[in-house]
């Protein structure tokens, strides 16, 4: 595979199956295996003593998996990236 539409940032969504509406942050991108690894939240964050927790996971998934997510103000040339996360926070 030669060059892909995904790049680390981006917001992906699975259209369909178990994870189905599910969203997700892309953190990597392989080509050549075709496959991304995405790090997604469940559930709400909510404070422990002090702390904000939240149960965040991550999966490596392929790219007929998922889609972009699309702002539809924007249209398909807008790509939506997500704010990258300090390592505190992974």
């Given at each position: 595979?030669g060059?892909t539409?995904?790049?680390p940032?981006?917001?992906?969504?699975?259209?369909?199956?178990?994870?189905?509406?599910?969203?997700?942050?892309?953190?990597e991108?392989?080509?050549?295996?075709?496959?991304?690894r995405i790090?997604?939240d469940e559930?709400?964050?909510h404070?422990e003593?002090?702390v904000?927790?939240?149960?965040?996971?991550?999966?490596t998934?392929r790219?007929?998996?998922?889609?972009l997510l699309?702002?539809?103000?924007?249209?398909?040339?807008?790509?939506?990236?997500a704010?990258?996360r300090?390592?505190?926070?992974l």
């Amino acid at each position: 595979m030669g060059t892909t539409e995904y790049a680390p940032g981006d917001v992906v969504y699975f259209p369909v199956g178990p994870f189905w509406d599910v969203c997700g942050v892309v953190r990597e991108v392989d080509p050549h295996r075709g496959e991304l690894r995405i790090d997604f939240d469940e559930g709400l964050v909510h404070r422990e003593g002090g702390v904000l927790r939240a149960r965040r996971h991550s999966m490596t998934v392929r790219f007929d998996e998922v889609e972009l997510l699309w702002l539809p103000e924007s249209g398909p040339d807008f790509r939506r990236r997500a704010p990258a996360r300090s390592a505190a926070l992974l």
